[in-house]
């Protein structure tokens, strides 16, 4: 399940944790946490540029690291080179392929029962989690 905020939900959040809220960054938010196939920072500014023709890519970094600061979204890297977003935070498996690296997200329905057990057998409180299956999908097969 995606988080989704309205304006207005949104600008409380930033200004309750002291940081500044503009036009750009609200843009960027409503984007990114619209969002189901986890865009990487080029998508996003790219995305927004029609829009706003000013926004630097250092806004739109500034932002997402923003973002997952908050709790909002989870930084997907798979490289230095290849970071994606998710505003998915529920536990859920990341399906990558790796021909074309669209990510799918698959919602198996004993998958947090399987991880009550994992996490019960550790004795420990986890931070986070992710799960990534590596394939190729159909288009690309």
């Known amino acids: 399940m995606v988080i ?3 304006d207005q ?9 002291g940081f500044k ?3 750009q960054r609200l843009a960027i938010c409503k984007f990114i946490l619209s969002r189901g196939d986890h865009p ?13 023709p000013t926004i630097s890519l250092g806004t739109v970094y500034k932002t997402l690291d923003l973002l997952e600061e908050l709790g909002l979204i989870q930084k997907l890297r ?7 977003y998710d505003p998915d935070l529920q536990l859920h498996i990341n399906m990558v392929c790796t021909k074309c690296g669209k990510i799918y997200d ?4 004993n998958i947090q029962n399987m991880w009550n057990v994992i996490i019960s057998d550790l004795g420990i409180k986890p931070k986070g989690q992710r799960i990534d299956i590596y394939f190729e999908c159909d288009d690309c097969k």
């Open 21 to 23: 809220v503009t036009a």
């Open 40 to 52: 990487s920072t080029d998508q996003v500014y790219h995305a927004l540029k029609i829009d706003y």
């Open 106 to 109: 698959y919602k198996a329905e």
């Open 4 to 6: 989704w905020m309205d």
């Open 9 to 17: 939900e949104l600008i409380d959040l930033f200004r309750e944790n």
């Open 78 to 84: 798979f490289n230095e080179s290849n970071i994606r």
